[in-house]
């Protein structure tokens, strides 16, 4: 009996000093943070402004400190493989010089230019336009429905964010496509499903009346028409509904 009694004791000593809380190692965190900042360096820039040009046609401007501090304290932008937008953007802490709505659209806006930078600036140019163009379509056709607000102004500029990551996602090589098959049926089904939409609305609005609202219901097919000639595979078709389905959720 004794024996057993000072066999458990061995073994609940050892068991406690297995289950102390590992010291915390401060320098090695330090040394990986670093490590972080020097890879990130050559995202540098030495211009004491650096202006960015969107596909939209606006313009951030950055001091280059500010810019630079920007490379070291948002590694997420540098990710292997990167979050979405709104995940990166949400991960933020709220000490974050990002918090404002102007502030998240800037935000937005160094992720598309800093994963740009990854993806190739040209070499996918025509597809980059061509997603910031369905989602600006989506964007326009749901701030006409809502008579506008602050929310879809904000979106112009955070569409380059999402267009950036969907780049990522592109399959980059045909062979890496697995749905081949004819997607016009779809397409169909979701195009409609937008004139649908439209019709619908047209009901409980009442801000127009007579020929305003004739020349409304056509501005806003018209928009559907941009945007199915934009759908060219099934690639594009998912993301417009992927876009859509996300952003877009009114009752």
Not at 169 to 175: A, D, H
Not at 215 to 231: A, P, Q
Request: with cysteine.
């Amino acid at each position: 009996m004794k024996k057993a009694i000072s066999i458990l004791i061995i073994l609940t000593s050892l068991l406690s000093c297995n289950n102390q809380p590992k010291e915390f190692d401060k320098t090695v965190v330090d040394t990986e943070i670093k490590t972080k900042k020097v890879s990130n360096s050559k995202y540098y820039t030495e211009l004491d402004t650096i202006i960015i040009v969107i596909e939209i046609g606006d313009t951030f401007k950055f001091s280059k400190e500010s810019f630079n501090n920007i490379v070291d304290n948002h590694p997420e932008f540098f990710e292997k493989y990167p979050n979405n937008p709104d995940q990166a953007y949400f991960n933020l802490n709220e000490s974050e010089e990002f918090l404002s709505e102007v502030g998240q659209d800037a935000y937005y806006v160094l992720y598309a230019y800093f994963l740009k930078q990854r993806n190739g600036v040209k070499e996918f140019a025509q597809e980059r336009q061509k997603l910031i163009d369905i989602y600006s379509n989506i964007n326009s056709l749901f701030g006409h429905f809502e008579y506008g607000g602050t929310y879809f102004g904000h979106q112009n500029r955070r569409i380059l964010g999402y267009a950036e990551y969907s780049i990522y996602l592109l399959p980059k090589n045909k062979n890496h496509i697995s749905k081949t098959y004819d997607i016009s049926k779809q397409k169909e089904l979701y195009i409609n499903s937008l004139r649908q939409l439209i019709a619908d609305e047209s009901k409980i609005d009442f801000e127009t009346f007579g020929e305003e609202k004739t020349e409304r219901t056509k501005k806003l097919n018209t928009i559907v028409d941009e945007l199915s000639n934009l759908i060219t595979s099934n690639f594009y078709l998912r993301r417009a509904q992927e876009f859509h389905y996300s952003h877009y959720e009114y009752y």
